[in-house]
């Protein structure tokens, strides 16, 4: 019988009793066939109510992450707060898997939900420049239904551009329910020569989105009570009062971070201000509980991460209260980007809530249930997944803890820039594209989830037990998937439902928010983008290529196996739902018919698999992150395309007889981004034998990395051996070297004898030279290498710990001989180019028109 122990953290300690707790949990294969076999079990020894749901099955059919409901009792004091790095202590609770199958799951759940559901929505107000309107007509539907929890979607129609929708979860145990609201902007945006900027066409504004509860007797008047922070005490109140988060507070509040179109900051005050009649407070910063009662009648709103998602705004008069969401107290109006949206979750209670012993509290500050480290690691849920406590290799985890350990964590990186607001708080403040900054102020830089961070953050987690590594990796997929991701299927297929990439190179984001490509970019060149170009030659007229001052979402910036993990462990469907939008970017993107030259070829546009420009389809970061992506599809789904548009992909960038020198792969500048292909061969040759899928497209999969890593067993070395062939020769190289460590890896599983012992042996020396040559560089700690050694590095240890791993053969018998030979792909646009130029000389005039609608269409 397994058996797993579960955790709790929370930030506001104090007594719970019946709290509703939702935990995803991995399994390992073949453990659990039918999730009504879980049981859990109380501090007292005794079965609990528990609801269960799986969110993703082995090949096999057994469960490999169930999604967990259940009342959770407890005295709130025996484990850490998220925010600190000490152990934690057992709950007494535990999950077991056990062979019988218990009695079908009870699903009656609650009876609440169309009055529940109809109150809500009724209550939202939203007020435009010249007039205020509510939501008309909304459709519900049931998503999940259970003992503990019942979820049910809702989707309103737009109202003036804006769309509504979300989930509210009504609990049995309690009159309180979790809403989670999805505010966005369908319409793509206008972004003429590639530049995304703030107030251009396809915005929405709004001046004011508002939730207003009121008492069903508005004859009554109710007494107000506040709580404006956590372990903060009640206080009552009898006139009309209202908390107005303004800012973050933070010594940087009026940051250029939050520059409007005119490049205006319009903040009007730092932190918030508290109004109780005619009386004004000012303080910093609000996580506020608040709640109206009279004769057993009682209404309340609590909201987490309230001050960090600012401008907000929670208010009550005698008879009703409201949260404002985006709050007509500032001085702007609130825009939304074409393509954008903000999720905002918050509880509201219909009665007097007794979980603790002040109403609500559990709402502010939830309990965080978690498994060990070990349980993790031993499920084989999460591949090469080792503990923390396992690992000898003290100079590696000190350059990952320092995201978290020290005195320049992402933390402090955030009050650095101010990166809080709705619009910014979950990103990463990209510091590493500040080092040539000589401004006042800083330089203004949004990570974007580059590398898939997200997946960093929680594979650090998962190894460590340590919850500001959860904290954060799930404010950055909230982020990712709301603000990073093009919500439109407007724009070109190319851009549509994509991701959009970092801040520009060494450049403000200015009027760009989050979206790359500001238009001050076509002011003329960044300097620090010039320097040293004139010593590369070559190189330099190929760079110069690949630094465009326009663009959009790309297939070279593609990550969602992150989001596909926070999934697993929350049971979050917006996660799961932007993983997947991300996987069909993919094969939308490569779709010949979505673009004008379906009429003059029919050829892929290969927009997957194009990196660094020039026309080079060869390994690279879009191949790799493409077909990465279109695994994560696949695993989500079950839908054979997304595997096949892979192995499609596969076979278009590598081969196993490819003629590696002649693809410049030593030349870091142009192809450093190689090895990511080959990891995500590895990857892909790991799914192949999860699926036992031992066949034709395994067997040139395993030949081509085989053959690369011979290759590399020869030629490679450190990127920084030769800093006179970079632009510059920062950390960042450095770090970069841990993909050979992975690629080494992988290979090694598919070698035997002394080929095996070279692999390892050069996986383990480039380890050793990664983890030492960062520690001499006094820069380890800014954003890009930090991030690199929290998603590479930590398998090594899993190799030391299992020496002798291997890999099957496949079942079918071929050589590189059988695949015949490779040749670049030459994609669509290139190809209808070219028949173009052959109709405009053949065929007069229209040729002419032709060839001139093709040349608009190329224009960003």
């Keep these: 019988m397994l058996s797993c122990p579960l955790y709790f953290h929370t930030l506001e300690p104090c007594p719970r009793r019946g709290e509703p707790v939702t935990v995803g949990l991995p399994w390992p294969r073949g453990a659990v066939k039918d999730d009504r076999c879980f049981r859990l079990i109380g501090p007292d020894g005794t079965e609990q109510v528990l609801q269960t749901k799986v969110l993703d099955r082995w090949p096999d059919g057994s469960v490999r992450w169930c999604l967990f409901d259940f009342l959770a009792t407890w005295d709130g004091t025996i484990s850490r707060e998220v925010q600190s790095s000490e152990p934690s202590a057992v709950s007494g609770y535990r999950v077991e898997a056990v062979h019988r199958p218990r009695n079908g799951m009870d699903n009656t759940g609650t009876k609440r939900t169309d009055a529940v559901v109809r109150r809500i929505l009724r209550g939202v107000a939203i007020s435009f420049n010249d007039s205020g309107t509510e939501i008309g007509h909304y459709r519900t539907s049931e998503y999940q239904k259970g003992p503990i929890r019942q979820r049910t979607i809702m989707r309103s129609d737009p109202v003036r551009g804006l769309d509504f929708h979300g989930w509210i979860d009504l609990f049995e145990s309690t009159p309180a329910v979790r809403v989670s609201i999805t505010i966005g902007n369908s319409t793509p945006s206008d972004h003429p020569g590639g530049n995304w900027d703030l107030d251009a066409a396809g915005s929405a504004f709004a001046r004011d989105i508002s939730i207003r509860l009121v008492f069903d007797d508005i004859s009554l008047n109710g007494e107000a009570r506040l709580s404006f922070e956590r372990k903060q005490p009640f ?376 990196s660094g420009g020039g026309g080079y389809h060869g390994p690279g970061r879009a191949a790799a992150n493409s077909i990465l992506a279109l695994l994560v599809g696949h695993r989500l789904t079950g839908e054979r395309k997304y595997l096949d548009k892979a192995e499609q992909l596969i076979r278009r960038v590598v081969h196993p007889k490819q003629n590696l020198q002649s693809l410049d792969l030593l030349n870091a500048e142009l192809r450093w981004f190689y090895t990511m292909t080959l990891q995500a061969l590895g990857e892909y040759l790991d799914y192949k034998i999860e699926l036992d899928e031992l066949d034709e497209h395994y067997a040139y999969s395993r030949l081509t990395l085989l053959h690369y890593a011979r290759w590399m067993a020869k030629h490679e070395r450190p990127i920084l051996d030769t800093p006179e062939k970079l632009q510059y020769p920062t950390e960042t190289w450095a770090a970069q070297d841990m993909r050979k460590v992975e690629v080494f890896q992988f290979a090694a599983k598919h070698a035997t004898d002394e080929e095996r012992a070279k692999f390892l042996e050069r996986a383990e020396w480039f380890f050793n030279y990664v983890q030492n040559k960062l520690h001499e560089f006094p820069t380890k700690s800014l954003c890009r290498p930090v991030i690199l050694m929290m998603r590479y590095g930590f398998s090594r240890n899993w190799w030391r710990l299992n020496p002798g791993a291997g890999a099957p053969e496949p079942r079918v018998r071929k050589t590189a001989d059988d695949f015949g030979t490779w040749r670049m792909f030459v994609p669509q646009k290139a190809k209808a180019i070219r028949r173009a130029k052959f109709v405009a000389l053949t065929g007069g005039a229209c040729g002419v028109l032709v060839t001139m609608a093709i040349l608009k269409y190329l224009l960003f």
């Design 235 to 610: 206080q009552r109140f009898e006139n009309e009062i209202a908390l107005f988060q303004a800012s973050s507070g933070g010594e940087n509040w009026n940051s250029s971070n939050h520059i409007c179109s005119d490049h205006r900051v319009h903040l009007p005050f730092s932190g918030y201000q508290f109004a109780d009649g005619p009386q004004l407070t000012t303080k910093q910063r609000a996580t506020p509980i608040l709640t109206l009662e009279k004769n057993e009648r009682f209404l309340g709103f609590a909201m987490d991460r309230f001050w960090e998602n600012f401008p907000k705004c929670i208010r009550a008069s005698a008879t009703s209260v409201t949260l404002s969401l985006f709050p007509g107290e500032v001085p702007y109006l609130h825009e939304l980007q074409g393509g954008e949206q903000k999720t905002h979750t918050f509880y509201i209670a219909f009665g007097r809530d007794t979980i603790t012993d002040e109403p609500m509290v559990w709402c502010r500050s939830p309990t965080v249930v978690t498994a060990s480290p070990e349980w993790y690691a031993a499920s084989g849920a999460i591949p090469y997944l080792t503990p923390k406590s396992t690992d000898p290799h003290a100079a590696y985890l000190t350059l990952v803890d320092q995201a978290v350990e020290g005195p320049d964590t992402f933390l402090h990186k955030r009050e650095k820039i101010d990166e809080y607001g709705w619009r910014n708080f979950g990103d990463i403040y990209g510091d590493h594209e500040a080092v040539y900054h000589n401004g006042a102020t800083p330089l203004i830089s949004h990570y974007n989830n580059q590398y898939d961070c997200v997946l960093g953050f929680l594979a650090q987690f998962l190894r460590s037990g340590d919850l500001r590594w959860l904290t954060q990796g799930l404010e950055c997929a909230d982020h990712t998937c709301d603000i990073d991701i093009y919500h439109t299927d407007g724009d070109k297929a190319a851009y549509n439902r994509g991701l959009f990439w970092h801040t520009y190179h060494y450049a403000d984001a200015d009027t760009g928010t989050h979206r790359a490509y500001p238009k001050s970019l076509t002011r003329g060149p960044v300097e620090s983008l010039t320097q040293k170009m004139d010593e590369l030659g070559e190189t330099a007229k190929q760079l110069k290529k690949s630094y465009a001052v326009g663009g959009g979402p790309s297939a070279s910036h593609n990550y969602n196996a992150g989001l596909m993990l926070a999934y697993f462990l929350t049971g979050n469907p917006l996660y799961r739902d932007s993983a997947l939008d991300l996987a069909n970017f993919v094969i939308n993107m490569e779709d010949p018919s979505k673009t004008p030259f379906r009429f003059l070829s029919r050829e892929f546009t290969g927009l997957a698999t194009e």
